[in-house]
């Protein structure tokens, strides 16, 4: 296939273009920067060379560069989790999903020859803090800022859609891995015999190892019944304090020192109560019932295999 990235030098991103490229598909990365041909280190031909330039903010885009790829992977979003959420820092969390998004959307929809599939990153904040709730695709959107950026974020996707691409929504849960992310930013202290639950520890965590993100994804692209929301999570989620038991565990450290919610609040302000100390009880329904097998269905085995020293 030939597939065109956006995103691609986050953390998914980054995983995504290389397990692509192993499978012998070819990549063109989607960039926010000037206009660059290059040869590609991936190889391959054509699409497979180079880059397509855009910018969202000021509504540009190579779009005669668009014509004829087989799908999109749309991951570009500005971080959540990088500081405070400031009024600034919020919408641009907000802009850079439901703008970006509907811009690319509205483009694909006016090509002669758009992708048949169109694959957008969201997040199972879309739910909201549901407690002990199990959370499938069909379920209900939460409250929360979360959740409405989940829900903009998603209709952006509309013009697409209605031009007659499948669309998928990818909602990913908390991504494992040590290069970034959830994982890599606990590790210093569990490893220095630290660490320890959040609030009350009995919030859910779903979670799904890094390469379970990139072979669901290449298992979307070929199974075209899978459209709408698809929740891109492992199928056993743990709370907190499970997942700091086994992490615990995994490393060989002790995990005594709980960090009470009114601390976690008081270092993370809202972010808090929308993602560290909210419960996503969530299931991978669709990718289940397509027949996608994980890799690393148990926490522990996701967690040995990514410390592996």
């Given amino acids: ?96 999903r439901v703008k970006g998004t509907r811009f690319l959307s509205e483009t694909l929809a006016n090509l002669k020859r758009p992708p048949k599939a169109l694959l957008c990153a ?82 859910h965590m779903s979670w799904i190892a890094l390469d379970d993100v990139a072979g669901a994804i290449q298992h979307i692209l070929t199974h075209e019944t899978l459209r709408g929301a698809v929740n891109v999570v492992a199928p056993h989620s743990v709370t907190n304090l499970e997942f700091t038991k086994i992490l615990g565990k995994v490393l060989g450290r002790p995990t005594i020192f709980p960090v009470p919610g009114f601390a976690v609040r008081l270092l993370f302000g809202e972010l808090a109560d929308e993602a560290l100390l909210a419960s996503a009880r969530v299931e991978p329904a669709r990718l289940l019932a397509a027949g996608y097998r994980f890799h690393y269905p148990q926490l522990e085995g996701a967690l040995t295999h990514l410390l592996r020293f």
């Avoid at 598909?25 to 590609?40: F, G, N």
């Avoid at 885009?61 to 600034?88: K, N, S, Y």
């Avoid at 969201?122 to 069909?138: H, P």
């Fill in 122 to 203: 969201s997040a199972i904040g879309y739910y909201g803090n549901r407690g002990e709730e199990i959370l499938r695709e069909e379920s209900a959107s939460g409250s929360g800022f979360l959740a409405e950026v989940g829900r903009e974020w998603e209709e952006a996707c509309q013009p697409a859609l209605r031009s007659g691409i499948r669309v998928v929504h990818l909602r990913f849960g908390i991504v494992l891995s040590t290069k970034g992310g959830a994982l890599a930013m606990m590790l210093p202290p569990f490893q220095m015999g630290m660490g320890g639950k959040l609030g009350s520890g009995k919030q």
């Fill in 1 to 96: 296939m030939q597939i065109l990235i956006s995103g691609s030098s986050g953390l998914i991103g980054s995983a995504l273009v290389s397990s692509l490229a192993s499978a012998g598909h070819s990549v063109t990365r989607l960039v926010r920067s000037k206009p660059l041909i290059l040869p590609s280190p991936l190889g391959g031909e054509g699409k497979g060379e180079g880059e397509v330039h855009w910018d969202p903010s000021s509504g540009t885009i190579e779009a005669d560069r668009l014509e004829g790829f087989d799908a999109v992977v749309h991951l570009a979003g500005d971080p959540i989790a990088a500081g405070r959420w400031t009024p600034q820092k919020k919408a641009a969390i907000r802009d850079s």
